[in-house]
């Protein structure tokens, strides 16, 4: 499983978008990168998956440059209930009769102030 | 389908004894995952099912932890002669296999051991 680096937390105001960078130096061909967001006392709940280049939702948007090395979740325009623990993940989502043994890290703790 | 549902959500206990906590996953996914988190720490994977089969344990799934899931549904996770390091929020995922979708987590089982 490719290993990933992120900040371990990062202050926004509000209004403000907000970029988390994820590092992962050994992704395989077949893996995906997906972010997940954590409140606490609740479980993650997953944000956005890509593969490569650009992918945006109604929540948020992934780059992930050619190399695929390194990924970036851009949260725009953040409010207060933006504030909590952003993971970054690196996996493959399904395979032939395979399964993704999701690691998570420490996670990026990001903190909206108004 | 309301999601992952997971009971109780507390649960304190004597060091000692034994508990088990359940989780119904989203009927359609036939993947199964328990978690544990620990405080400021991101989930740890403790194992995993794909229908009625465990398919996976972690290492840190030592012998005092089972877990089942009979008719691959519903799933239950026993924790036997409880130790004060068990305490943790337990979580459970579940997922779809063929799609590309990320997991879906319940709001977990804080157990705490005194």
């Known amino acids: 499983l490719a290993k990933t680096t992120q900040p371990i937390s990062m202050d926004s105001y509000e209004g403000q978008e907000v970029n988390i960078t994820c590092s992962h130096n050994n992704i395989a061909t077949n893996d995906y990168i997906t972010w997940y967001q954590q409140f606490p006392s609740q479980g993650p709940r997953f944000i956005i998956q890509g593969y490569k280049t650009k992918v945006t939702n109604e929540v948020a948007s992934l780059f992930i440059p050619a190399d695929r090395k390194s990924s970036t979740l851009s949260l725009p325009r953040v409010s207060l209930s933006d504030t909590a623990v952003y993971y970054c993940l690196v996996g493959e989502p399904r395979g032939s009769g395979g399964y993704q043994k999701v690691t998570f890290g420490i996670g990026t703790k990001l903190q909206v102030i108004p | ?114």
Not at chain 2, 17 to 42: A, K, M
């Open chain 2, 1 to 114: 389908d309301t999601g992952v549902s997971q009971n109780p959500r507390h649960k304190i206990t004597k060091r000692g004894q034994n508990v088990t906590f359940r989780c119904d996953p989203i009927s359609e996914h036939n993947r199964l995952y328990w978690y544990r988190q620990t405080l400021g720490q991101g989930p740890e994977f403790l194992t995993y099912f794909q229908n009625e089969a465990q398919l996976e344990k972690s290492r840190l799934l030592s012998d005092r932890f089972s877990a089942e899931r009979p008719k691959g549904s519903f799933s239950t996770l026993e924790i036997q002669r409880t130790e004060q390091g068990d305490s943790a929020m337990y979580l459970c995922a579940s997922s779809s296999s063929g799609t590309k979708e990320g997991y879906t987590f319940g709001s977990g089982t804080r157990l705490t051991v005194v």
